[in-house]
């Protein structure tokens, strides 16, 4: 088996915001990758004492001891039990039902001798690659089919789009929202290979339409995760007229985990 994780912050004098991991048991059957983007909260706070990082790094190490220890309960209901871990673990400081409590997208994947079983909530991705090649993206579209004009406002996205019906679902201190994910399950035979990517890392394809999936996909598993991270910085830095990146952040936190299996 082949792991690659690399997880850059798009600002050097900020603390990158998202988490990933690689799970393998003593047992050797099987594994899990975990991978959150968190979402940067707006300058008025969101109601926490306590940073993205840690919502992320909490949410994303009991994601990871849930996956491992427990192969057999399926991934929507790991997600939950970790939501509620985590919620718990600030509930008596902090403002849970704050819009912009802290929160994340997920990504998560699981593998037996016998299936590869998946999760994806909100903006990240996750994709698979069949042994003759074939890649499929799994994909959260919900936030694509959001009207730009609610997301140009924090105030106005949290209120009629983030976390509600018609909109768009993230992780936060529910625990039912991990009903709202995007769950499968393949054969273990029809997957070689996997690649999950923060939004920081799509931008290859979704911002500045290098490839499609498939060629991205070529490109990590070809030439490694750092070096998508490394080809997206260069893309950024190379957009001084914005005309790719528009509003858009010029550096984004990149995370790429790749597994061969």
Same mark, same amino acid.
């Given at each position: 088996?082949?792991?690659?994780?690399?997880?850059?912050?798009?600002?050097?004098?900020?603390?990158?915001?998202?988490?990933?991991?690689?799970?393998?048991?003593?047992?050797?059957?099987?594994? !899990?990758?975990?991978?959150?983007? =968190?979402?940067?909260?707006?300058?008025?706070?969101?109601?926490?004492?306590?940073?993205?990082?840690?919502?992320?790094?909490?949410?994303?190490?009991?994601?990871?001891?849930?996956?491992?220890?427990?192969?057999?309960?399926?991934?929507?209901?790991?997600?939950?039990?970790? &939501?509620?871990? @985590?919620?718990?673990?600030?509930?008596?400081?902090?403002?849970?039902?704050?819009?912009? @409590?802290?929160?994340?997208?997920?990504?998560?994947?699981?593998?037996?001798?016998?299936?590869?079983?998946?999760?994806?909530?909100?903006? !990240?991705?996750? &994709? &698979?690659?069949?042994?003759?090649?074939?890649?499929?993206?799994?994909?959260?579209?919900?936030?694509?089919?959001?009207?730009?004009?609610?997301l140009a406002s924090?105030?106005?996205?949290?209120?009629?789009?983030?976390?509600?019906?018609?909109?768009?679902?993230?992780?936060?201190?529910?625990? !039912?929202?991990?009903?709202?994910?995007? @769950? %499968?399950?393949?054969?273990?035979?029809?997957?070689?290979?996997?690649?999950? &990517? !923060?939004? =920081?890392?799509?931008?290859?394809?979704? @911002? +500045?339409?290098? %490839?499609?999936?498939?060629?991205? +996909?070529? +490109?990590?598993? %070809?030439? %490694?995760?750092?070096?998508?991270?490394?080809?997206?910085?260069?893309?950024e830095r190379g957009?001084?007229?914005?005309? +790719?990146?528009?509003?858009?952040?010029?550096?984004?936190?990149?995370?790429?985990?790749?597994?061969?299996?």
């Open positions: 088996m082949r792991t690659e994780l690399v997880s850059e912050p798009g600002d050097r004098g900020r603390p990158n915001e998202d988490f990933a991991s690689v799970g393998l048991p003593a047992s050797g059957q099987g594994g !899990s990758l975990v991978l959150l983007d =968190g979402v940067t909260p707006p300058p008025d706070g969101s109601g926490c004492l306590h940073s993205v990082p840690w919502f992320t790094a909490r949410l994303g190490g009991a994601l990871t001891e849930l996956t491992v220890s427990l192969p057999d309960v399926p991934l929507a209901e790991a997600l939950s039990r970790a &939501l509620t871990r @985590t919620a718990e673990a600030h509930a008596g400081t902090c403002d849970l039902s704050h819009p912009r @409590t802290p929160q994340a997208t997920v990504v998560v994947a699981r593998w037996s001798p016998e299936t590869v079983d998946y999760l994806v909530l909100s903006d !990240s991705a996750l &994709l &698979l690659a069949s042994p003759d090649g074939t890649v499929t993206a799994v994909r959260d579209d919900r936030l694509d089919l959001v009207p730009r004009a609610l924090a105030e106005i996205c949290d209120a009629r789009a983030r976390n509600r019906e018609g909109g768009f679902f993230t992780a936060a201190a529910d625990p !039912s929202v991990a009903a709202r994910a995007v @769950t %499968g399950s393949v054969p273990r035979g029809g997957v070689a290979a996997l690649a999950a &990517l !923060s939004d =920081g890392v799509t931008r290859w394809v979704e @911002t +500045f339409r290098e %490839g499609d999936w498939t060629d991205l +996909f070529a +490109f990590v598993a %070809g030439q %490694g995760a750092r070096a998508v991270v490394e080809r997206v910085r260069e893309l957009d001084a007229e914005r005309v +790719f990146l528009g509003r858009a952040k010029t550096h984004d936190d990149a995370t790429a985990v790749y597994v061969e299996l």
